[in-house]
Nanobody, 116 residues
Framework: QVQLVESGGGLVQAGGSLRLSCAAS????????MGWYRQAPGNQRELVAT???????NYADSVKGRFTISRDNAKNTVYLQMNSLKPEDTAVYSC??????????WGQGTQVTVSS
């Protein structure tokens, strides 16, 4: 059984930083694509960043240069470092594990609130 547990969300002022963590169990993240998605009230869920098993990363245009996705295979954990946060970054951030056969697993989400 795959479980993804996010942590690190919270309330931060604009310009501040947060680091989100996603601890995985039941499947090795090293052989899967890991991603962070977010959903703000009234909006659809959107991709924030992904990292493949080979280490290639992809970012939404809105977060390029501010957010960094990384992973620690030994800890089976993926991270999202978020710098220069803006009020429009406020959302529930969810961790995603996509298997090589494109099956998705999701975490429960963590709230990030950026005050102006």
């Amino acid at each position: 059984q795959v479980q993804l547990v996010e942590s690190g969300g919270g309330l931060v002022q604009a310009g501040g930083s947060l680091r989100l963590s996603c601890a995985a169990s039941g499947r090795r993240i090293s052989i899967n694509t890991m991603g962070w998605y977010r959903q703000a009230p009234g909006n659809q869920r959107e991709l924030v960043a992904t990292i493949t098993s080979g280490g290639s990363t992809n970012y939404a245009d809105s977060v390029k240069g501010r957010f960094t996705i990384s992973r620690d295979n030994a800890k089976n954990t993926v991270y999202l470092q978020m710098n220069s946060l803006k009020p429009e970054d406020t959302a529930v951030y969810s961790c995603n594990l996509k298997t090589p056969l494109s099956f998705d697993y999701w975490g429960q989400g963590t709230q990030v609130t950026v005050s102006s």
